[in-house]
């Protein structure tokens, strides 16, 4: 595999950027080596600056439910170009994408658009303490929410305790006001709600967690979270950047058929184009300005060119069968690889829901916490991230990172990634013996 483009554009790019990048995880810093620079993508498949093509599993870390350069989205893309790029005065584009959703999602009645999931999270955040007026918020430890800056805390020691920044900048007032609790632990959360509930404006949960490996959650987690929030006058916050159209139209709230308070949205729902949202029941929504005193504004929200990406991609996603395709296309795929690893005796088992996928090494049948992922089984991950670049498969370069099927990966390419898998796993385990089970 040739690297010198990549290697040569990524030292220039250490001259401009932090780190070389725009976003961290794109360093590779995790996998190791240089990043590589990504020349363009059709289909299911991405080309590198140096010319190498690879069958991509990252599909822009999710919203690329249609792959690379969907001629439908891309067409609406120019259309709308050709009439003007911004105006920041309201357009047919934002009437068109939030009838296409809330037609279709009953789940929320009113929605706002921004320009990323971060602020889409943000706002939400304001919305619950403005609409409750109390200041304090329970996020679950592994929930990732965008770089908010209550959100970017950890847990401190004990059960139930305010949050520790995890990043500096974020000073010790700000992470005073965020609860973080462990995932799936109902326990946790009552002491929690018992000790705080006075103060709790929202809890905030990825219902799919799946920025840190994928943890799914049992339902009646879910549920009793429904419950104990309803009952105490907090809000329930469903992020669901990830998993809003991706694991059917109407996300985690329809697959589990959960109506939370307030759902945010990102990734899918600007067909590759900036677009973040979030949504909720028309009395609540009420209280965002100018109707409301809770203020969000945006100079580039609902930009009629990101709008357009999104309503080609949601009617594609609006056909018939195409999340069932989605998740039987999935789902044959990451059977190859688990029946492969388990004939192995292979510590490595797929993960999946719907069309997202994680590879993890472990012996765990199921892993629903952060504390259940061991950072040591991240070098299995390293390994097999540079032997599947060197087969033409490309992964997130992170081992915290789910991979995502999209509606471009056909049954065919689907079958022959999953063997070059497969015999990426036995390179792995030849190099580190000791994940594979003695029994
Ligand atoms: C990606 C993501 C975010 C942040 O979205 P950005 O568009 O990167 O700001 C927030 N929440 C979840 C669940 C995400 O996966």
Known sequence: MKRAQSEA???????????????????????????????????????????????????????????????????????????GTSFGAP?????????????????????????????????????????????????????????????????????????????????????????????????????????????IAAIIIEPIPANNGLMLQDKSFLEYLRKVTAENNILLIFDEVISGFRVGFEGASGYYNIQPDIITYGKIIGGGMPVGAYGARKELMSHIAPEGNVYQAGTLSGNPVAMSAGIAQLRECLKPGFYESLAQKTSVFTSQLNTYSKSKGYLFKVFSIGSIFWFAFTEKEKISSSEEISTESMKYFRILHAELLERGIYLGPSGYEVGFVSAAHSAEILKEAASKICEALDAVFVALPEGISKV
């Open 9 to 83: 554009l990524y030292k220039k790019a250490l001259n401009y950027f932090p780190g070389g990048v725009n976003s961290p995880v794109r360093a590779f810093r995790s996998v190791g080596g240089s990043p590589l620079f990504i020349e363009k993508g059709d289909g299911c498949h991405v080309q590198d600056a140096d010319g190498n093509e690879f069958v991509d599993f990252c599909c822009s870390w999710g919203p690329l439910i249609l792959g690379h350069n969907h001629p439908g989205v891309r067409e609406e893309i120019f259309t709308a170009v050709a009439l």
């Open 91 to 199: 357009t047919r584009k934002e009437n068109e994408l939030a009838e296409l959703i809330l037609q279709h999602n009953h789940f929320i009645e009113k929605i706002r658009f921004v320009s990323s999931g971060t602020e889409a999270v943000m706002s939400a955040l304001r919305l619950a303490r403005g609409f409750t007026g109390k200041p304090v918020i329970i996020k679950f430890e592994g929930c990732y929410h965008g770089h908010v800056d209550s959100l970017l805390v950890k847990a401190g020691s004990g059960l139930s305790t305010f949050g520790i920044s995890s990043s500096a900048g974020v000073t010790e007032a700000v992470a005073k006001d965020t609860l973080v609790l462990p995932l799936n632990d109902k326990r946790a959360l009552d002491i929690a709600i018992s000790d705080f509930a006075h103060d």
